[in-house]
């Protein structure tokens, strides 16, 4: 057998090897898989905006006239006035001198890290950041120290040992905190006061992935900072392709920061741009979200709905406020399991399992939507009943 092959069944033997769901069709919180129709507890499209007429249509008009694709890089013709109303829109709503746009959340993360952290720069990093922040680090070339996930103790020991200061010995050195907003598998909030008095005290900057706070989390939508009535961070990053219903991300931060990243991020410069349809949507999606108090009450209602039922049924979840419920299981297997019983039932979940978690936290990531009705929360709630 070749190496890969040894690889390849040694993730099958870990119940570990991934697997792709073909969907032909959705409608609603129903999605289309191998001709089965299953209700959808497992996607981000947290307000069901990508479904909304309104985003629909205003795709539709912009691909008439731009095409469905950009046909190159931003910095050589496909940077269009739907990509500089947007950032413009984004910079109002978020309350920052400047906002770039990026292809994907991933190629964000990858040149924020990658270009304002430089080497000899010191990165003060949670264990549980996402993939694509951890991924960034690396190619930072800056020294990074992992805290463990939201401890503000150890965070305060990394700090008071490596943490630059402002002496001229030091000139040119940068500290960041670096922390999802909202955590993708966990969905807990990050500690917000603790991390901006912590920047201040030892001169760091604070970086936020708020992938799944902006849209769904405070009064405005603004997202988990806005949510917990915390400062802006100095650098917030966002995705598209969540609240927003659509695709790609922004990188929200000082008018000379955002230049250096049009000039150095690599993931940007050598990307093809957005695609000029999906910027205008994006603004459509934007204008909904600004007036979409009523989706973000009735999401609300959802997440206490479920979390209340789950609980009496003495099902273990970890403590969310967010749209992310994970469901601890423990074992792949048993998670495996769970998960084939629930599709059985017609409905679909995330079976999170290692290295995406760590070891003995395989789970259910149920995710809920505005659009989600009672009942089918209730369908749900007697498929786990069911599997427990």
Not at 29 to 50: E, H, M, P, T, V
Not at 315 to 321: N, V
Not at 352 to 379: C, K, M, W
């Given at each position: 057998m070749s190496r890969i092959q040894q690889q390849?069944?040694?993730?099958?033997?870990?119940?570990?090897?991934?697997?792709?769901?073909?969907?032909?069709?959705?409608?609603?919180?129903?999605?289309?898989?191998?001709?089965?129709?299953?209700?959808?507890?497992?996607?981000?499209?947290?307000?069901?905006?990508?479904?909304?007429?309104?985003?629909?249509?205003?795709?539709?008009?912009?691909?008439?006239?731009?095409?469905?694709?950009?046909?190159?890089?931003?910095?050589?013709s496909g940077y269009s006035d739907q990509h500089q109303a947007l950032e413009q829109e984004l910079e109002e709503f978020l309350g920052y001198q400047k906002v770039l746009l990026f292809s994907s959340g991933y190629l964000a993360n990858q040149a924020v890290m990658g270009s304002l952290c430089q080497r000899g720069d010191n990165i003060f990093s949670d264990q549980l950041n996402h993939a694509s922040l951890i991924d960034g680090c690396r190619l930072s070339r800056a020294t990074v120290y992992r805290y463990s996930h939201s401890n503000s103790l150890k965070l305060v020991g990394l700090l008071q040992q490596h943490a630059t200061g402002k002496s001229a010995a030091n000139a040119g050195q940068e500290n960041f905190i670096l922390s999802d907003g909202v955590f993708s598998m966990d969905g807990d909030v990050a500690a917000y006061a603790e991390l901006q008095q912590l920047a201040e005290r030892y001169n760091a900057s604070l970086i936020i992935d708020d992938a799944h706070g902006v849209g769904v989390m405070g009064e405005y939508g603004r997202g988990s900072w806005e949510a917990?009535?915390?400062?802006?961070?100095?650098?917030?990053?966002?995705?598209?392709?969540?609240?927003?219903?659509?695709?790609?991300?922004?990188?929200?931060?000082?008018?000379?920061?955002?230049?250096?990243?049009?000039?150095?991020?690599?993931?940007?410069?050598?990307?093809?741009?957005?695609?000029?349809?999906?910027?205008?949507?994006?603004?459509?999606?934007?204008?909904?979200?600004?007036?979409?108090?009523?989706?973000?009450?009735?999401?609300?209602?959802?997440?206490?709905?479920?979390?209340?039922?789950?609980?009496?049924?003495?099902?273990?979840?970890?403590?969310?406020?967010s749209p992310i419920q994970p469901l601890m299981l423990g074992s792949e297997q048993r998670l495996l399991d769970w998960a084939e019983k629930l599709?059985?039932?017609?409905?679909?979940?995330?079976?999170?399992?290692?290295?995406?978690?760590?070891?003995?936290?395989?789970?259910?990531?149920?995710?809920?939507?505005?659009?989600?009705?009672?009942?089918?929360?209730?369908?749900?709630l007697e498929a786990l009943k069911e599997a427990a």
């Open positions: 390849l069944l040694k993730l099958e033997q870990q119940h570990r090897l991934r697997q792709r769901r073909v969907v032909s069709g959705l409608d609603g919180s129903r999605l289309s898989i191998n001709g089965k129709s299953l209700l959808n507890f497992a996607d981000n499209d947290y307000l069901g905006l990508r479904q909304h007429p309104q985003v629909i249509r205003a795709c539709a008009e912009a691909a008439q006239q731009y095409g469905v694709g950009s046909g190159a890089s931003a910095l050589i917990v009535n915390a400062a802006k961070p100095d650098v917030l990053i966002g995705t598209l392709g969540k609240a927003f219903g659509t695709q790609g991300a922004y990188v929200a931060a000082s008018s000379e920061r955002i230049e250096w990243l049009v000039q150095k991020g690599r993931s940007y410069v050598y990307t093809t741009a957005l695609a000029p349809p999906i910027a205008a949507a994006t603004r459509a999606s934007l204008r909904l979200i600004c007036e979409g108090r009523k989706l973000r009450q009735q999401l609300s209602k959802n997440i206490a709905y479920f979390r209340q039922q789950a609980i009496t049924l003495g099902l273990e979840l970890l403590p969310s406020a599709q059985g039932a017609g409905i679909l979940v995330g079976a999170i399992r290692p290295p995406t978690v760590p070891e003995g936290t395989s789970r259910l990531r149920i995710t809920f939507n505005a659009i989600h009705q009672q009942a089918e929360i209730d369908q749900l």
